[in-house]
């Protein structure tokens, strides 16, 4: 059989790539990634700001990881059949939400009231990041649109602790988040004009029946425990643990 005659074949040759939408989204998970992980170097003046424990201020980061989780596995059943485009600008938005929400938290439960919400983005974001690449980018490019993603989010992982520390100092631990802000703005702004419309198709808004088969699965609950044991092994070693028992 030749492909060459296959209208599939046809569609997808004739697929444009968007990459401008691929670097917005880029920009959008540098960001993510920069507020999860700018509370590292930050907790000292966060729990002395708002008077708790740096222990407790660390709490901040668990809070985010568990909204991520819970987040990424219902995000196709809470999301239905909205349009994808629509939905990432709603996350973005809260992204924005969220840093701001914490640079003006007056207590400890504005503050984690905050971190949830980046914790459900970045669980939002996550969740579809590789059905993104596919709308965007013609089906041979899709790993390197997936390479770039995870570029912005090895970045971010890099620079968001000395770059929050730099911000505190010269500014304070708020002013630091409040520094995402605009940069929320521009992402916005950014997805608004290159990202196309993303309809969901039927098999994208079933409910979540395909996700309590999965994790009904004997297999892929042992997998998820061994995870969950290893990163709790690894908890000792952490900077969130040290200052805590500290």
Same mark, same amino acid.
């Given at each position: ?14 697929? @444009? ?7 917005? &989204?880029?920009?959008?998970? !540098? ?7 700018? =509370? %590292?170097?930050?907790?000292? =003046? ?15 980061? +668990?809070?985010?990881? &568990?909204? /991520? %989780? ?12 909205? #349009? ?16 701001? &929400? %914490?640079?003006?938290?007056? #207590? ?36 390197? *649109?997936? *390479?770039?993603?995870?570029?912005? #989010? /090895? ?15 010269? +500014?304070?631990?708020?002013? *630091?988040?409040? @520094? ?5 703005? %521009?992402?916005? &702004? ?9 309809? *969901? ?34 908890? =000792?070693?952490?900077?969130? !643990? ?5």
């Amino acid at each position: 059989m030749d492909l060459r005659k296959h209208s599939a074949y046809d569609d997808d040759k004739n697929h @444009s790539s968007n990459w401008r939408g691929v670097f917005s &989204i880029t920009l959008c998970v !540098f960001t993510l990634i920069a507020s999860e992980f700018m =509370p %590292v170097s930050l907790l000292s =003046p966060i729990a002395m700001d708002l008077e708790i424990t740096e222990g407790t201020a660390g709490q901040g980061m +668990t809070i985010s990881g &568990i909204c /991520a %989780v819970l987040t990424s596995l219902c995000i196709r059943r809470l999301a239905g059949k909205m #349009n994808r485009k629509y939905l990432l600008l709603l996350l973005t938005a809260l992204m924005g939400i969220s840093a701001l &929400i %914490v640079a003006m938290a007056p #207590n400890f439960s504005i503050y984690m009231l905050g971190r949830a919400l980046i914790g459900v983005v970045i669980g939002g974001f996550w969740s579809m990041s590789v059905a993104t690449a596919v709308r965007l980018v013609h089906i041979s490019q899709v790993p390197r *649109a997936l *390479a770039v993603f995870n570029g912005g #989010n /090895a970045l971010a992982t890099v620079v968001a602790a000395p770059l929050g520390s730099y911000l505190s100092s010269v +500014t304070s631990w708020r002013g *630091a988040f409040l @520094s995402l802000v605009p940069i929320a703005v %521009v992402t916005f &702004i950014w997805q608004w004009i290159s990202l196309p419309s993303m309809k *969901a198709g039927a098999h994208q808004a079933a409910s979540g029946s395909g996700l309590r088969r999965l994790l009904g699965d004997r297999s892929v609950a042992i997998g998820m425990g061994a995870a969950g044991i290893f990163l709790w092994g690894n908890l =000792p070693y952490s900077p969130i !643990f040290a200052r805590t028992s500290n």
